[in-house]
């Protein structure tokens, strides 16, 4: 089934519903309101970011909705689509990623896409895309097992070996996909990751990824509320901000989506919204050899299989 207006139309109002629960969910978390700050694109579209900073539990977040056309497609979303270069296209999606002040309190960025590409006389191109990933600072093997374990729920009953093959798709895809090549290190602890999506056609992929958005909250509020009250200092919180400086390189350098985001001329303040609002980098600084630090890397910092 090709992806028409009705389709689009169908998705917008998903992604509409799932920013509304989910900055629900983290409010209630939070004790604080989000503000919700609206954008129109002049070439067409626009966004809808709720955002908190300084909040009781997040230092920085941001939960969007962005919704843009155009007549010619960005570089970064034609790369491994040449033959779609120069097409009318429609993206949409919700995209959220969270800083919790607590350096206990791992980051976490999910994201949920749908992306059409037309011309006159052919096929629309379609796709889904999306996916969540955690990064935290000081690693916990029960908080990693049960990020993962939601992920892979996300995924169950989809495909004819009921998910387990996209999961270990995705998940594969997730690790690679958040790595710092020139660091030669991992973000995080990683999740899911999927693009360019539609091999289950138009109504499974959807409800694939509809599914994937529901589950974030599952995923992630359990790990946040056991450790959002954990007491740290001055070395936790530094620790902090020396790792989050990886979080920027990555953005900066490597993210798809950032880059889309400011090749299709979205809205720089929504789009660097990903950035933490606190950052450190030293030269060539390295953690205390058996330190909690030094856990991280050579613990959660690698390619594992967490369920």
């Avoid at 941001?62 to 970064?76: E, I």
């Avoid at 020139?182 to 409800?207: C, M, P, T, W, Y």
């Avoid at 992630?220 to 990886?246: H, N, S, V």
Wanted: proline share 5%; hydrophobic share 40%; glycine share 10%.
């Amino acid at each position: 089934m090709p992806a028409s207006l009705t389709s689009s139309s169908n998705v917008k109002t998903y992604l509409l519903d799932l920013q509304s629960r989910i900055v629900a969910a983290l409010e209630a978390v939070d004790g604080k309101p989000f503000f919700s700050d609206t954008w129109e694109r002049p070439e067409g579209g626009g966004s809808i970011s709720r955002v908190i900073e300084e909040g009781l539990v997040f230092e920085r977040g941001g939960v969007n909705f962005s919704h843009v056309m155009g007549k010619s497609l960005p570089p970064s979303a034609a790369a491994s689509r040449p033959e779609l270069a120069g097409r009318n296209w429609e993206a949409m999606g919700v995209s959220l990623v969270l800083h919790p002040r607590n350096p206990y309190a791992p980051t976490v960025h999910m994201n949920v896409r749908f992306f059409t590409a037309t011309a006159a006389g052919k096929d629309p191109v379609w796709w889904f895309g999306g996916g969540m990933d955690l990064t935290p600072y000081y690693g916990f093997e029960e908080d990693a097992v049960h990020f993962h374990q939601t992920c892979k729920q996300s995924l169950a009953g989809y495909g004819d070996d009921g998910g387990a093959a996209l999961h270990a798709e995705f998940k594969k895809w997730c690790d690679d996909y958040f790595y710092l090549k020139h660091r030669k290190e991992a973000r995080g602890v990683g999740g899911i990751f999927f693009d360019d999506f539609n091999r289950l056609g138009f109504a499974q992929s959807f409800a694939m990824t509809q599914s994937v958005g529901d589950h974030f909250i599952d995923a992630y509020l359990p790990l946040l509320i056991r450790r959002k009250d954990m007491g740290y200092g001055e070395t936790e919180r530094d620790f902090q901000a020396y790792r989050r400086g990886r979080y920027v390189e990555f953005n900066l350098v490597f993210d798809r989506g950032t880059l889309f985001g400011l090749q299709s001329g979205g809205r720089t303040e929504a789009i660097l919204m990903s950035m933490p609002p606190v950052v450190k980098w030293r030269y060539d600084w390295k953690p205390q050899a058996h330190s909690a630090e030094a856990r991280l890397y050579t613990d959660f910092l690698i390619a594992r299989e967490w369920v």
